[in-house]
């Protein structure tokens, strides 16, 4: 039964995607993409543009498209390489649609309405400000024409069928996702033990012997993101990224030695972590104990080194968005390659649930 898993034995196999909703941000590249780089040398990659999960927020069909050429070329302009890694669209799958369907009669509603990312889409949705954990009752209760979609409710559904359907070993994806990640191993545990088979494996993050990360925002917020509205993107030209850091958020700079450090200055602290030499952020580390510490020089600083990250990224993004050709060919093989194996997984997934020829 486990033909899949005898293909690749040779090779873990990692699996992740990003939605296609805009453009990349820096925390979209070094929560996810980075390491995405860092694993296709020694792993079977496949990494993919999800655009279902784009749609259960309902975008304007052009910009659906044109999200989906804009991640390609990034990934690429990042450095994925289309001959090391599969590279495709989700919806180039069709067999994913198929065993979402599937998967979904063994998912619970009460857990998908719990789940973190759930309740916030659906506060936004219908406009609800306060905490209340009440989401259950205000979506059951609501009258007006404001809806919460269904396929927003299984979206972990479809995320867990996504790494399912290649058995994937190894998930690289920032902290946000990790309670889908969860949810996709209670999914396999209730598969495997339903069916009395030992067909899926328990997928897990991969994050290089450290924690999972969480790249913050510039306007002193935990999270960079693009529903924050906080986003340096790595199209960002070099004038409206220096604007962006220079606006970010601080405050009066410490009175006396060694004071704690405030959320938005620890949050520049972590970007200059990520891009800056250690002598420079262990300088401004001791200005800040001793007082001395100017935050526009911190700020300089920060989108000096940020720009060497973006910059050269930039350029061949602009070069790679415009070429049609390319774009087209990649996603072209890529699907090949990823349906000839989700089909093989489909195909057992509904010979183990009693869906056979007559
Ligand atoms: P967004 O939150 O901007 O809509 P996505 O949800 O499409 O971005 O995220 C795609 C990938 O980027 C996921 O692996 C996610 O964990 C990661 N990611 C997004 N924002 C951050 C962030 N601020 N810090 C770390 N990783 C992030
Ligand atoms: N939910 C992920 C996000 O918002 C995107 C995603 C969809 C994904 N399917 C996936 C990530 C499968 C990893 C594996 O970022």
Redesign the pocket.
């Given at each position: 039964m486990n033909m899949n898993m005898e293909k690749n034995k040779d090779k873990k196999v990692v699996?992740?995607?990003?939605?296609s909703t805009g453009n990349l941000h820096l925390g979209?590249y070094f929560g996810?993409v980075s390491k995405f780089l860092k694993l296709q040398d020694e792993y079977d990659c496949r990494y993919?543009i999800?655009d279902?999960?784009a749609l259960t927020t309902n975008p304007d069909p052009k910009m659906l498209h044109e999200s989906v050429k804009n991640i390609l070329a990034e990934y690429l302009a990042a450095g994925l390489d289309p001959e090391k890694n599969m590279l495709y669209v989700?919806s180039d799958i069709p067999e994913i649609s198929e065993m979402y369907l599937l998967l979904n009669m063994h998912v619970g509603i009460g857990e998908l309405m719990r789940t973190a990312?759930f309740k916030d889409k659906a506060r936004k949705a219908l406009g609800i400000t306060s905490d209340s954990d009440e989401i259950e009752k205000e979506i059951i209760g609501n009258q007006t024409n404001q809806r919460v979609n269904a396929g927003l409710l299984t979206?972990?559904t479809?995320?867990?069928v996504?790494?399912l359907i290649h058995h994937?070993d190894y998930?690289?994806?920032?902290k946000?996702?990790e309670q889908?990640?969860e949810l996709?191993r209670r999914f396999a545990r209730r598969f495997n033990s339903f069916y009395g088979v030992d067909y899926f494996g328990e997928p897990v993050n991969f994050n290089f012997g450290g924690e999972a990360l969480k790249v913050p925002g510039l306007d002193g917020s935990g999270k960079m993101g693009k529903s924050e509205g906080n986003c340096i993107y790595l199209i960002d030209d070099e004038k409206t990224l220096r604007k962006k850091v220079m606006r970010a958020v601080t405050d009066e700079g410490p009175k006396v030695p060694d004071s704690p450090v405030s959320q938005p200055v620890a949050n520049l602290f972590l970007l200059m972590d990520l891009v800056s030499d250690k002598e420079v952020v262990d300088h401004f580390r001791k200005a800040y104990a001793d007082c001395s510490i100017r935050y526009g020089d911190m700020k300089k600083q920060l989108a000096e080194d940020l720009l060497k990250v973006t910059l050269p990224i930039r350029e061949r993004i602009l070069d790679i968005r415009s070429n049609d050709e390319l774009l087209a060919k990649v996603v072209k093989s890529g699907a090949e390659r990823a349906r000839a194996y989700a089909a093989d997984t489909l195909r057992e997934v509904r010979e183990i649930m009693g869906i056979r020829k007559i």
């Open positions: 699996l992740s995607g990003i939605r979209n996810a993919f999800a279902l999960h989700q990312s979206y972990p479809l995320m867990a996504d790494i994937a998930v690289p994806v920032g946000d996702q889908h990640l996709t």
